[in-house]
Each structure stands twice: as C-alpha cells, then as structure tokens.
C-alpha cells in the first residue's frame, strides 16, 4: 500500500530549529493533503500544519510565525521547518497524508506515519 517516512526529529534547546521530513511511497496516484500532528506527553495528537498538492497552507496558531511547512511534489515528501523551539513544542510528530492510489477513480485514503520524537529543553 503505502508508508510514510519520517526524519529528523531529536533533541534540541530552546530557540533553536529542526527540520522533519516525511516521505510517502506505495502505490501512489495522488496525494492531495500532506501534513503534521504531534502529541505532546500525556495530551492528545493536534494538528500542526497540512498543505494541498496546490500549495495552500494551515497551520496551529501555536506554531505560526516560527515552523513552516513546504512539500515536493515530484518526491512525495513534506518538511516542516520548526525555528524558535520552545519546550511546549516537545511531542511525537507524526506525518500523515491523504491519498489516492493506481489510479484518479481511487477513493481517498488516510495514511499515518510511525512518528519521530522531538524533545526541546530549557
């Protein structure tokens, strides 16, 4: 079907910066959102950010002003840059995207990825 790959998480101080990468693979038609969630410990996942195969853009009011999120449509990889870490910013991001596969009449389908910690300290 398809995975979802994702990278660059890790430990980081505050006002510092990561950037995450998610590569989709599998029998891909389309995808036409791409985004991030995260789960900090002990709360719910939230959204992040998405972004359509057009380019549009959301993001959490949390995050905006410091991550931004961009994709490659030729690879199947969105990135989210996350500049200005604060540790409230520590979570589980995880990438997902919506999918349509073999072919245009494909209904959509929703995929996740594993998660990759990101831990910012004080």
């Known amino acids: 079907q398809v995975q979802l790959v994702e990278s660059g998480g890790g430990l980081v101080q505050a006002g510092g910066f990561l950037r995450l990468s998610c590569a989709a693979s599998?029998?891909?038609?389309?995808?036409?959102?791409m985004g991030w969630y995260r789960q900090p410990p002990g709360k719910q996942r939230e959204l992040v950010a998405t972004?359509?195969?057009?380019?549009?853009?959301n993001y959490a009011d949390s995050v905006k002003g410091r991550f931004t999120i961009s994709r490659d449509n030729a690879k199947n990889t969105v990135y989210l840059q996350m500049n200005s870490l604060k540790p409230e910013d520590t979570a589980v991001y995880y990438c997902?995207?919506?999918?349509?596969?073999?072919?245009?009449?494909?209904?959509?389908?929703?995929?996740w990825g594993q998660g990759t910690q990101v831990t910012v300290s004080s």
């Open positions: 972004i359509t195969s057009g380019d549009r853009t």
């Open positions: 997902y995207a919506i999918v349509k596969l073999d072919n245009r009449n494909s209904p959509n389908y929703q995929y």
């Open positions: 599998g029998s891909i038609f389309s995808i036409s959102v």
